[in-house]
T-cell receptor
Framework: DAKTTQPPSMDCAEGRAANLPCNHSTISGNEYVYWYRQIHSQGPQYIIHGLKNNETNEMASLIITEDRKSSTLILPHATLRDTAVYYCIVTGNQFYFGTGTSLTVIP | NAGVTQTPKFQVLKTGQSMTLQCAQDMNHNSMYWYRQDPGMGLRLIYYSASEGTTDKGEVPNGYNVSRLNKREFSLRLESAAPSQTSVYFC???????????FGDGTRLSIL
């Protein structure tokens, strides 16, 4: 399974879009990109996933580059409740959670 | 709809004691997982079960055993607890191996 690289931390102003990048240069053709977040010490929460095409749901948008070597999770209007650790995972059959990006939304 | 339920939420053990962490899901999912999370680290897979009656090792299986009792329940057993097993343990379930996983709220385990 491919591994991912994420910045350790990011800040975002409340109400602005939060753009969280993820590099996965060794991704293979059948591996999906998943995003989860973990608020405080709660269990991780599924956000969105995709294979090739961009995806959008009620929580976020996922933009995957054409070569699939990187992706960006977009939270369109960040709120204080979006402060969390965000994990980008590339998976065939196993989910490898790295250390993620700690996003702090600032009032 | 409870989703994934873990019991207990907190536990303190002495070195050498044994205990079983319980996990149950009510979503009729086929796959279930046990992870551990240490301070400042991501989750690491201990064991998983792709379907009732099957279990497989993950990244860090040593010191643990699992039982997939039925489709709903997946338990994790520490036979002889060690301080290195102090961690937060999360159970998860999914429809299939590549489907989104739904997590419980965790069991916080301290071993003295």
């Amino acid at each position: 399974d491919a591994k991912t690289t994420q910045p350790p931390s990011m800040d975002c102003a409340e109400g602005r879009a939060a753009n969280l990048p993820c590099n996965h240069s060794t991704i293979s053709g059948n591996e999906y990109v998943y995003w989860y977040r973990q608020i405080h010490s709660q269990g991780p929460q599924y956000i969105i996933h995709g294979l090739k095409n961009n995806e959008t749901n009620e929580m976020a948008s996922l933009i995957i580059t054409e070569d699939r070597k990187s992706s960006t999770l977009i939270l369109p209007h960040a709120t204080l409740r979006d402060t969390a650790v965000y994990y980008c995972i590339v998976t065939g059959n196993q989910f490898y959670f790295g250390t993620g990006t700690s996003l702090t939304v600032i009032p | 709809n409870a989703g994934v339920t873990q019991t207990p939420k907190f536990q303190v053990l002495k070195t050498g004691q044994s205990m079983t962490l319980q996990c149950a899901q009510d979503m009729n999912h086929n796959s279930m997982y046990w992870y551990r999370q240490d301070p400042g680290m991501g989750l690491r897979l201990i064991y998983y079960s792709a379907s009732e009656g099957t279990t497989d090792k993950g990244e860090v299986p040593n010191g643990y055993n699992v039982s997939r009792l039925n489709k709903r329940e997946f338990s994790l057993r520490l036979e002889s607890a060690a301080p290195s097993q102090t961690s937060v343990y999360f159970c998860a379930s999914s429809e299939g191996r590549r489907q989104p996983q739904h997590f419980g709220d965790g069991t916080r385990l301290s071993i003295l």
